[in-house]
């Protein structure tokens, strides 16, 4: 190996999405840069996909309530936290196509609540749910 070779950025943390050389990943169990334990993933992978936007949004979707399950049914048991990998993943997503819905239940109620709060027509509207709290993320 070359000492470019030492340079090249191969893996990407799936929850931050920092970019790491195998110099750099050599012998760590968690994400330099935010600590997540996830498995990261090989930037050898990268491809394009041709998707509808709402075909993505269902994905997103179910992989976001899945996610929100498993965190609630691990409760501490695990280091990882499926949510806000999920998130983190949709939010690289959505910001490729920012003029584009958004791709999670999470967003979605996030943007309807300021909808709500910047709408003159909707003053006494209260929106019931804790589907977008933070809480869920694990932060």
Same mark, same amino acid.
């Given at each position: ?59 997103? @979707? ?7 399950? /498993? ?5 501490? $048991? =695990?280091?990882? *936290?499926?949510? #806000? ?30 909808? @709500? ?7 006494? /509207? ?5 589907? $977008? =709290?933070?809480? *869920?993320?694990? #932060?």
């Amino acid at each position: 190996m070359t000492e470019e070779d030492k340079d090249v950025k191969t893996i990407r943390c799936t929850q931050c999405a920092a970019e790491f050389s195998d110099a750099e990943a050599e012998g760590i169990t968690r994400c330099p840069k935010c600590g997540d334990p996830s498995v990261p993933m090989l930037i050898s992978d990268d491809v394009t996909v041709k998707v509808n936007w709402h075909e993505l949004h269902v994905l997103c @979707v179910f992989a976001e309530n899945w996610a929100r399950k /498993v965190d609630e049914d691990m409760k501490d $048991d =695990s280091p990882i *936290k499926h949510l #806000l990998n999920i998130m983190c993943i949709a939010e690289r997503l959505q910001r490729q196509h920012p003029d584009k819905a958004p791709l999670t239940l999470f967003s979605e109620i996030r943007q309807l609540r300021k909808d @709500v709060a910047e709408s003159d027509d909707m003053s006494g /509207v209260k929106i019931v749910t804790d589907i $977008d =709290s933070d809480d *869920k993320l694990g #932060l």
